[in-house]
């Protein structure tokens, strides 16, 4: 069989490498891909972009591809799972209608009402002066969220009525386009933020390990949000057996339940993103349509059951006969970025020591590109984004795996390179590996 996978990050760089170990697979093509991709068994990449809907659907056809897997939300908010099943071929991911789990967030706000799911309090904005009105009555700090993808910058935690009437003006005044012409604003719930992805047939569901992401740019959770910064898995500390259970039964099975009333059948990774109460009670913060990242990169390394067998059954809705079995131990990611990500960066910075920290750990390639001298001469493997790898480590204990992870981060260098020093810090407390950069602008 050969597999397409749609997307360029460390995300497809880590379905790639799990997707090269079936022997089913002879031929992965990851569109476009990066420089990591490159180099994996089996793997080549194409020069297509990843919301090129019809150039990837020709490219599919002529192929022959069997399969493709989609990592990106922006293609599947489009439809591609739509256009590609028009014209009879496999794609892993749900229809341009399920979707809208991620691609509005005034849309899924809604079906958690209707389907009696916890979820933040909330109120929903077109106009300036109706949104002012309403952030002026609530406690602080609150929520303000664009209603459509806004790649990771449509969230402010406003911690003042300034901040939050700042971030009110920037949407609806056109910062994010059409993304923000919708607000959502909600309570801020407090506890601990984990991630929760299930594999689903539209019936059946089965939940992965659950993961805890770090999606501030700042040591202890400090400054802007970015895509995430590093995550590791499971956090049984805070996602018990019981706990899970409770979130499949009230969470994950009645959302499904929900989509089947309105007739649509979600197919493909259904990931909450959720809030754990301080009394222990799960909330959700947001449903996302596709594979997480980085938690991509800290479950698939653990994940035993072949993903090849889970996605086909995924597809022709026999995921009941599925059992997910797991290795027996922690893993942790750490995001290698370039200076001012999440804002402005420079791009085109070569990169030394990926050879030497692959010896000591997983190393995905989340914004890289092949540079190759015009007058000859060996290619270089450069930066080409605001995240540029994700080193993940596997240990018997979260302390094991991080010690790995970190251990391959000192090997590697690129201009202005920066990670956070304290992924974990709220199992491990704060005793920091030593940072690149000291300080983040």
Known sequence: MQVLIVGSGGREHALAWKLAQSTEITQIYCAPGNAGIRLVPKCQTVPLAANDIEGLLRFATVQGIGLTVVGSEVPLVEGIRDTFAAAGLALFGPSQAAAQLEGSKAWTKDL?????????EAAIFTEREAALAYVYQQPLPIVVKADGLAAGKGVIVAQSYGQAAEAI?????GSLQEAGKTLVIEQFLR???????AFTD???CLPLLAAQDHKPIGVGDTGPNTGGM???????????PVLMQRIQTEILLPTLSALRQKGILYQGI????LMISPSGDPYVLEYNCRFGDPETQVLLPLLKTPL???MQACLEGRLAEITLEWWSQTAACVVMASAGYPDHYERGKPISGLAAATQEALVFHAGTRLLTPAKGGSPTIVTDGGRVLCITGCGDSLAAALQQAYRAVAHIQFEGAYFRPDIGFRVLGSQPQPSRLAEVG
């Open 112 to 120: 958690l009402r209707q389907a009696g799911i916890a979820t933040a």
């Open 230 to 240: 590093g995550a590791y898995c499971p956090v049984d500390g805070i996602v018990t």
């Open 308 to 310: 090849l067998a889970i």
């Open 191 to 197: 506890g601990q933020e984990v991630s929760v992805l």
């Open 169 to 173: 003006q920037s949407f609806l005044g």
């Open 270 to 273: 259904l990931y909450a993103g």
């Open 202 to 204: 539209g019936q059946t």
